[in-house]
């Protein structure tokens, strides 16, 4: 199993620019998340999705959208990047039954 | 009040010695509550999981949670240069589907 896998691994745009990170997980698992991690901010939580279906927004959901493409796949689009979305983002997955959520190994973005 | 606070460290400890990380929350409705270690350039990856009041060991890792305090510790015995991460408190107030609220977590280095 590979987990929760994440493309792609690192991404430099330029402000005004669009771009959409891919997450994918082969855990049949129903919820997955996206999160960004900053230093000294922590994880933010941006979108979650409970089930196929189904989207929510998190703490820091401005400038982002988000698709839950099917029960395996959950993509983060950003419309028009801005440098303040400067981070890494993580995508994880968790079954729906337990707290656990298993993580992805990121997306380093750079936002000129 | 942040929900969750966390000394960010670094905590720096000579190898062999006994670690004591913690995380305060002011939400007296958070039931689960983990710990997720997080290498450098890694996501995060689940080390204990730990539900209401008490104390869950594993290997050298203990967890204990004291609830009537708001207040959580992983315990470190016999710690390792390879033990050398950032360490993320977690903790979610359902059952279930339901979403973490994040430390900013505590970089621990372990030197030889």
């Known amino acids: 199993n590979a987990g929760v896998t994440q493309t792609p691994k690192f991404q430099v745009l330029k402000t005004g620019q669009s771009m959409t990170l891919q997450c994918a997980q082969d855990m049949n698992h129903n919820s997955m998340y996206w999160y960004r991690q900053d230093p000294g901010m922590g994880l933010r939580l941006i979108y979650y999705s409970a089930s196929e279906g189904t989207t929510d927004k998190g703490e820091v959901p401005n400038g982002y959208n988000v698709s839950r493409l099917n029960k395996r796949e959950f993509s983060l689009r950003l419309e028009s990047a801005a440098p303040s979305q400067t981070s890494v983002y993580f995508c994880?997955?968790?079954?729906?039954?337990?707290?656990?959520?298993?993580f992805g190994p990121g997306t380093r973005l750079l936002v000129l | 009040q942040k929900e969750v606070e966390q000394d960010p460290g670094p905590l720096s400890v000579p190898e062999g010695a006994i670690v004591s990380l913690n995380c305060t929350y002011s939400n007296s409705a958070f039931q689960y509550f983990m710990w997720y270690r997080q290498y450098s350039r890694k996501g995060p990856e689940l080390l204990m999981y730990t539900y209401s009041s008490g104390n869950k060991e594993d290997g050298r890792f203990t967890a204990q949670v004291d609830k009537s305090s708001k207040y959580i510790s992983l315990f470190i015995r016999d710690s390792q240069p390879s033990d050398s991460a950032t360490y993320l408190c977690?903790?979610?107030?359902?059952?279930?589907?339901?979403?973490?609220?994040f430390g900013k977590g505590t970089m621990l280095l372990v030197s030889p």
């Open positions: 994880a997955s968790s079954d729906g039954q337990t707290e656990t959520q298993y």
């Open positions: 977690a903790m979610s107030r359902d059952s279930g589907y339901s979403t973490l609220t």
